[in-house]
């Protein structure tokens, strides 16, 4: 495989990974939080008198806000904050309470390993596959994130 190829797997598999423990974090920091009128000021005044407040939401949901919204929320100093993490809902959080210490993503690669490829049908896949006697390349994605909210108990997600 050449490096040009590699290089765009690696990207691939460290977006998928991103993206998806964002959104477990998205879902720790917000469980629990009340659900209802979604537009960014209802959102913003549930905070009450935040430090630094920041909005977050993905494009689609920012595009869909009536013209001039994000521009006066900018305007009242309120980070808006685009991610594909938090797919149509709009996530508003105090930054100055939140403490994220991200250890980045870590990708390992083998060739000789065993592993069960399991496709998710009834009954589950048993049989090992040798990936050195197929000529063929396991991929391992990591990201430790650990963080504290003023208030909260420390906490931590991995995915």
Partial sequence: ???????????????AVAKASD???????????????????????????????????DYATLLALPAGT????????VEVLPSPAATGRIVALDAGALAIAD?????ESARHASLVLDDGEDPPATALTSLWQRNLRGLRAERMLKFAVAGWRRMGVNR
């Fill in 103 to 107: 250890g980045g993503i870590t990708l």
């Fill in 1 to 15: 495989m050449d490096q040009a190829t590699q290089a765009g797997i690696t990207a691939i598999v460290a977006a």
């Fill in 70 to 77: 994000v521009q006066d929320l900018l305007a009242m100093s």
């Fill in 23 to 57: 959104g477990v974090l998205l879902d720790v920091l917000t469980s629990g939080a009340p659900v209802g009128d979604a537009t960014p000021g209802a959102v913003l005044a549930a905070l009450g008198a935040p430090a630094r407040p920041v909005l977050i939401s």
